[in-house]
């Protein structure tokens, strides 16, 4: 008996049944209640999806590295700020950065080299940690051809105690813009030993004193000519020079601490250091004249005698308008009326002699308890004799033009009974005043900047 199989299959859809746009499998039902799925073929899908010629969606390159350099910023913006990052850059990139090197080989690289343009350490397992990860990369993108680990960074903070640990790998950062030391743990003997290795470290790396552009050195115990001619000597290339001591003053605490930050610390180096601002304005621009490139100063010291802090403690009792510490020296009518006006003339004058031996120099600004801290304040200080100075081309003629124009170290002259600055009613103040060069017909002139 012969055997037959019979195949059933499907029956075609009618021809005059319209065409339809639908991609999705089509679903057909059985004799027994199911139904099972008919897929298209691909010649089919490839006709239909012809007819509306989608390309596929690409973000250009430029975008994404921006993307990924502006989330890289937000995650270590509290970093480069004067707080420190709490848990560190080594946590921010566990907890919020690894997750994007997990997508690709390539998207690794380019989050790796945004994230590390930027590197903040501040203990010692934070920089072990960092520096040890920067060593990896570099040698696992080496055996590729390809550039990585520490030539990304380009802007490096740290405390000055971790400097000297640290040379070594210092000197691998051949492409670095940008450097700034915290001093706050640091005394002056640590200070100049802190300077003297990272510099020698600089001068082994040719590429990262040539790059380096702008160097911030904060709370240090000293600013002087010392310092400066380091600075110069090894970095010739700089642009933007920071360096304060007055960030050390103790304002949060009680006055013992305040008087003693006061004591640590070389707050106003004139006439304990300098026995004149003359001297001063010479020791600093001398050492400061191989930057031929140098057009943004700031030194964060008073010009203001160097007692006037201390003279401010005594005054505070019989003034119940302002506090024992330098924060509310301009609200204070004894220290107005004794040291505003020869402490603004010396700083004009300062800012002038430095100006003549920097050419480049654009902006100089100083650390100052009688910077203009509201408007009313500004109309009452339009006074050009306290805000404009001029001079000529030769520096030597305009010191002794000027020789009697802001001295005196005995300024506590007497003050009449009613002789009262009412103090201003302004909440903050920027302790800090600047002062723009301006040069033209082979004159200089300093305007401060209200």
């Known amino acids: 008996m012969a055997l037959t199989r019979t195949l059933s299959l499907p029956r075609q859809a009618s021809r005059t049944q319209p065409p339809t746009l639908n991609l999705l499998p089509v679903r057909r039902y059985g004799s027994t209640g199911g139904y099972r799925l008919r ?3 691909s010649i089919d899908t490839a006709i239909e999806a012809s007819k509306y010629d989608l390309p596929a969606l690409r973000v250009p390159m430029e975008m994404l590295e921006e993307i990924i350099e502006q989330y890289a910023t937000v995650i270590l913006a509290p970093a480069i700020g004067e707080n420190a990052y709490p848990g560190s850059q080594k946590t921010a990139y566990k907890m919020l950065f690894a997750p994007l090197t997990l ?7 380019l989050a790796l080299r945004e994230f590390f343009r930027i590197l903040v ?16 990369l570099e040698a696992q993108y080496a055996t590729k051809g390809r550039f990585g680990g ?3 960074v380009r802007f490096l903070s740290a405390p000055s105690f971790l400097i000297p640990p640290n040379i070594r790998c210092l000197q691998n950062l051949n492409h670095l813009e940008e450097l700034r030391v915290d001093f706050s743990h640091s005394g002056l003997i640590l200070q100049r030993s802190c300077i003297g290795q990272l510099f020698s470290s600089l001068a082994a790396s040719q590429n990262s004193v040539q790059n380096l552009t702008s160097l911030k050195l904060t709370e240090l115990p000293r ?18 020079l920071h360096c304060t001591s007055t960030e050390s003053l103790d304002l949060d605490c009680c006055a013992n601490c305040y008087e003693d930050s006061m004591s640590r610390i070389n707050h106003s180096p004139v006439p304990d250091i300098f026995p004149d601002v003359i001297r001063l304005a010479n020791a600093f621009g001398s050492a400061l004249v191989p930057l031929k490139n140098l057009t943004h100063i700031f030194f964060g010291i008073y010009l203001s005698p160097s007692d006037m802090l201390e003279m401010h403690t005594t005054h505070a009792p019989d003034d119940t308008t302002c506090s024992i510490t330098v924060e509310s020296v301009y609200n204070c009518a004894q220290c107005v009326i004794i040291y505003e006006k020869l402490t603004k003339q010396r700083e004009l004058l300062t800012s002038l002699i430095v100006a003549h031996y920097l050419e480049s120099l654009k902006t100089i600004s100083w650390s100052s308890c009688f910077g203009v801290p509201c408007e009313e304040a500004r109309d009452k200080n339009s006074n050009d004799a306290e805000n404009v100075l001029q001079g000529g081309g030769d520096l030597r003629t305009d010191i002794r033009l000027f020789a009697n124009f802001a001295w005196s170290s005995n300024v506590f002259d007497r003050l009449s009974d009613d002789a009262v600055q009412m103090p201003c009613k302004c ?6 005043t600047s002062f723009s060069v301006s040069r033209a017909s082979e004159k200089i002139k300093v305007s401060r900047k209200l």
Do not use: C, M
């Not at 909440?427 to 800090?432: N, V």
């Open 39 to 41: 897929l298209r073929s």
């Open 121 to 136: 350490f501040s203990t010692t397992e934070d920089s072990t940690g960092l520096l040890k990860f920067l060593d990896l």
């Open 150 to 152: 520490y030539r990304w």
């Open 103 to 109: 997508v690709s080989k390539d998207f690794r690289h």
């Open 223 to 240: 600013v002087d000519a010392q310092l400066l001619g380091y600075i110069a000597k090894g970095l010739p290339n700089l642009v933007r």
């Open 427 to 432: 909440e903050g103040h920027g302790f800090k």
